[in-house]
């Protein structure tokens, strides 16, 4: 008698964690697992906190405000992430027209594409498209005008939250930081082909970090003597002692603001990110049809600035026919239900 080639796989037991809660992002199963246990995803939204492995989506209610989504429309999600806004538009939808949804990040957009057509969201109405959203022309030659857009800036909690992408300094993990891993080089390496002024410079024009020339010696000293920086860890120590000057009842939230600073304008120098938003809003209005409406969301002074100043001129231009006076945010009810929610600014515009 022939014996199966197929064996039985060892039952896998989950790692089990110390004290009554994970705290290790990998630990976290419940929270991984949305679709399973929805009452401790319930729980943990209660508290003012983001699961595990998703992304709550901020402005909804105002954001479908504003765009007036109908039946039959073709719009464009620029930024898909965990697809929280597209469901709500699809939703709208109502079985007709369609929504394209590009991400740069080739790791989310397949969870995020599987997720939305397990809800029913066939090819007909959905399609994902891996594309950074500075080839807007492209997406817009081959399946526009569209008649609403969104662009949520913000790096999705998914990536914030995974050690392994390298975006968090609580976390313990590589020095990455791409939005595209597949793409371009970690924030590890760029740090060490940077001098001392350039990395000053960095950190004042894409954080305002008020200690960006103390940093910078710091940095540059350690990366010079042969020392690496090449995680997430490292990186907090390299801070922490760079602001060991500061009165002791200070320091802990003195370096607790220049880390998430300073990983900021890291993520931002990486992807190119001010580079990136520019060129979008640059090909933005001709990839919208007449009366389109675009609304997008902002979480910095950096990327507000340039989406101010874009519609404001394109306004005077006589290419927009209405522009926000001013930024919407999220209410307070939101911010005490999602804290990532705080810093979010709404901008829209109507095309002429």
């Known amino acids: 008698m022939e014996q199966s080639d197929q064996r039985e796989q060892p039952h896998q037991r989950r790692v089990r964690y110390k004290g009554t809660h994970p705290r290790k992002y990998s630990e976290k199963y419940k929270e991984l697992n949305p679709e399973k246990y929805q009452d401790t995803i319930e729980r943990v939204i209660q508290k003012g906190s983001t699961p595990a492995g998703m992304h709550l989506p901020i402005c909804v209610g105002e954001i479908l405000d504003f765009l007036q989504i109908q039946p039959g429309m073709a719009g464009l999600d620029a930024t898909l992430g965990y697809g929280g806004h597209s469901r709500e538009m699809l939703k709208c939808l109502e079985g007709k027209g369609h929504l394209y949804g590009l991400d740069v990040d080739p790791i989310e957009i397949r969870k995020t594409e599987k997720r939305l057509r397990e809800l029913g969201y066939g090819e007909d109405l959905f399609t994902a498209l891996h594309m950074n959203f500075a080839c807007i022309d492209q997406v817009a030659e081959a399946y526009g005008p569209f008649q609403f857009l969104l662009a949520d800036l913000g790096v999705s909690s998914m990536q914030i939250d995974n050690p392994d992408r390298g975006f968090s300094y609580k976390n313990d993990g590589p020095l990455d930081l791409r939005l595209n891993p597949e793409s371009g080089i970690s924030a590890a390496e760029r740090l060490k082909e940077l001098t001392k002024d350039e990395l000053a410079g960095m950190l004042r024009d894409n954080a305002d970090e008020p200690y960006a020339e103390e940093l910078a010696k710091t ?134």
């Open 219 to 352: 940095i540059t000293t350690e990366l010079r003597k042969g020392k690496k920086i090449e995680t997430t860890t490292r990186l907090r120590e390299v801070i922490t002692q760079t602001l060991s000057f500061l009165p002791e009842k200070e320091r802990k939230e003195g370096v607790k603001k220049s880390c998430a600073r300073v990983f900021q304008a890291l993520r931002i120098d990486v992807n190119s990110e001010y580079e990136v938003l520019d060129t979008f809003l640059q090909k933005l209005p001709d990839a919208m049809a007449s009366g389109g409406r675009i609304a997008i969301l902002t979480f910095h002074s950096g990327e507000d600035r340039l989406v101010k100043k874009s519609f404001k001129e394109l306004y005077k231009a006589g290419i927009y026919c209405e522009i926000a006076a001013d930024v919407i945010r999220p209410s307070a009810q939101e911010c005490a239900r999602n804290t990532r929610a705080k810093s979010t600014k709404m901008r829209w515009a109507v095309k002429a």
